[in-house]
DNA sequence: TCCTCATTCCCATTTGTCGGGAATCCATTT
DNA sequence: AAATGGATTCCCGACAAATGGGAATGAGGA
C-alpha cells in the first residue's frame, strides 16, 4: 500500500509542467507559484531544468510549454490505439447526426479532449484537441467518472468536491444512475445551449476492465429537441463498436 | 554508466519523457533501459509517475507519450511568439520561392522542427511540426550551430562527436565560415536530392544575445540549381524581417 | 521445457533536494 | 535620483527521499 498524496521529488518537476498545461496561457513566476504552492527557489530549480531540456520556454518572465511539447504530441499521435480505432466510427457517428462528436480521456481531474469531428452545420459545437475542463460536470465528465476504477473516482471527487459535501453526494446517485443506464446526458449543464451524450469505450488495459475514454456527442439544444433518443442510441452504439475494436487489437 | 554527469534526480523522468519523444514510435522497457542508462527499478519508478500523470501511455508494455501531450502542444502553439511572429514571413518567402520554408530551433541536440509552409510544388521537401533529426548535419543545423551560444555549441559538438576528432574539426571550420557569411547551405547532406540554405533568426531573449532559430528555405536539388543566389537571398531576408519582429515586441 | 522480457518488492545506503532568506538585477514609478 | 516591486539567483544545513542491486513472479515464445 503506497501512500499516494505527498507530492514528492521528482513528482515536482511535473507539477510545475502539469500546471503550465492546463494553464492555457503563459504564465508568471507568481502564477507557477500559487498554482503549485511551491517555495521560490523551489520552482525556478525546476523551471531552470525543465528550460534547460525544452520543455518549457520562456518569454519575458512568462513560461510556456516548450518545443518538445510538440514532439510528445507527435508521439502520442502516432501511437495511440484508441484514436485509431476511434476514428472512423467517429466519422460515421458524425455524419450520421450531423453533430459534433468528440473522443475524451480523464486525465488527473481533468477531461481532455483527444479527437474531435465537428459538425457541418455553420452553428456547431466544438472542442479542440488538447483541450481540457475540469472533471465535474457535463456529460462526457459524468461518462468518464461513472466507468472509471472506483479508486481513481474516489480519489477525483475528494479533490473536487471537498467543501461541497452536498454536491458530492448529488453527483454519487447521479453517476449511479448513469451506470445503470450505460450513458450520460447534459443539457446546459457547462455551456448554455450545449446538449450532450456521452457513452464509456471500455478497453482491457493491463489487469484492469475498466474505462477511463468517452464518445461524446454535442449539439446545440435547439437541435436535440426530439432528438434526443437517436443521439444517445447512435453515441451508444459508437462507443461500443470502438471497444471492440479495442479488445480484438 | 551514464556519460553524462549532470543526471540528477529529476533529471531522471524528464530523461524518459525526452526519450519518448524522440524516439518517434512507443518503446519497450528494455528499449529505454538502453537508451536512458537508468536501473530498472527506476526506471519502473518514474514510469509509474508519468503514467499516474498522464505524461506517458502504455500499450501492452510498450509505452508513448500520453494525452497530456496534446494539451502541452497547444499551450505551446499559443504561446509561442517566434511562431507567431514568424508566421506571415514565412508564407511570403514560401510564395516568392515556391519552395518549403520551415521554421527550426535547437533542442538539446536535436533541431526541430517548429513550423512548415510545403511548397507547392507536386515535388516537394516537407517536414513535419514536431518532428526532429540529429543537430549535426544540414543546413538547419549548421546555421543552428554556428550562430548559438559558444556554451552551448561546444555541449553539443562534444556529444554528437565525441568520437569523431577529424569531423568535429572539420565542422568546427565550416561554422566559422557560415558565421562570417551569415547562412549555412547543404546538398545532399541529409537526405540525397536536398537543398537547403538555413539563416539565424535572432533574439534578444533576456540578457544574451545569441540564437537558437533559424529559417530554412528547402527545395529538390533539381530545381535549385542555378536559383541558389535568389534562395540564399530571400532566406536572409525573411530571417532578417522575423529577426526585426522579434526586437520590438 | 527453457529462456527472455515485463513487472513488482524489499531495504540499507547515500545522494540530492528542500526552502528560508538575503542579495542582485532591472524596469518603472514618484 | 531615490525608491518600489517583481523577477531571478545564490547559499547552506537539515532532512527526506530516491537509488539501484537483486530476487521473485508471471507470461509468453521458441
Not at 437541435?223 to 452504439?237: H, V
Amino acid at each position: 500500500m503506497n501512500a499516494e498524496q505527498g507530492v514528492t521529488g521528482a513528482e515536482r518537476v511535473l507539477l510545475v509542467l502539469a500546471a503550465l498545461a492546463s494553464h492555457g496561457k503563459a504564465m508568471s513566476v507568481k502564477d507557477l507559484l500559487a498554482v503549485t504552492g511551491l517555495a521560490q527557489s523551489t520552482l525556478y530549480r525546476q523551471i531552470a531544468l525543465l528550460k534547460r531540456w525544452g520543455f518549457v520556454a520562456e518569454n519575458a518572465g512568462h513560461y510556456a510549454p516548450g518545443p518538445i511539447s510538440l514532439q510528445l504530441a507527435l508521439g502520442f499521435d502516432v501511437n495511440s490505439l484508441l484514436v485509431e480505432a476511434s476514428r472512423t466510427e467517429m466519422q460515421q457517428l458524425a455524419r450520421a447526426s450531423q453533430e459534433s462528436i468528440g473522443l475524451v480521456v480523464a486525465v488527473k481531474h481533468q477531461v481532455m479532449c483527444l479527437e474531435m469531428v465537428d459538425s457541418q452545420h455553420s452553428l456547431r459545437c466544438s472542442f479542440e484537441k488538447g483541450r481540457a475542463v475540469p472533471l465535474k460536470a457535463g456529460a462526457s465528465a459524468k461518462s468518464l467518472l461513472a466507468f472509471m476504477a472506483d479508486k481513481a473516482r474516489a480519489e477525483v471527487l475528494d479533490n473536487l468536491f471537498d467543501n461541497d459535501p452536498a454536491g458530492r453526494a448529488a453527483i454519487e446517485t447521479e453517476l449511479e444512475q448513469i451506470r445503470a443506464q450505460g450513458y450520460a446526458v447534459s443539457d446546459s449543464e457547462v455551456d448554455p445551449g450545449v446538449w450532450g451524450v456521452s457513452a464509456p469505450i471500455f478497453h482491457r488495459s493491463g489487469r484492469g476492465a475498466g474505462s477511463s475514454a468517452s464518445i461524446t456527442l454535442m449539439a446545440p439544444s435547439t437541435r436535440a429537441i426530439g432528438r434526443e433518443n437517436q443521439f444517445i442510441d447512435g453515441t451508444l452504439r459508437t462507443a461500443r463498436a470502438i471497444s471492440e475494436h479495442m479488445q480484438t487489437d
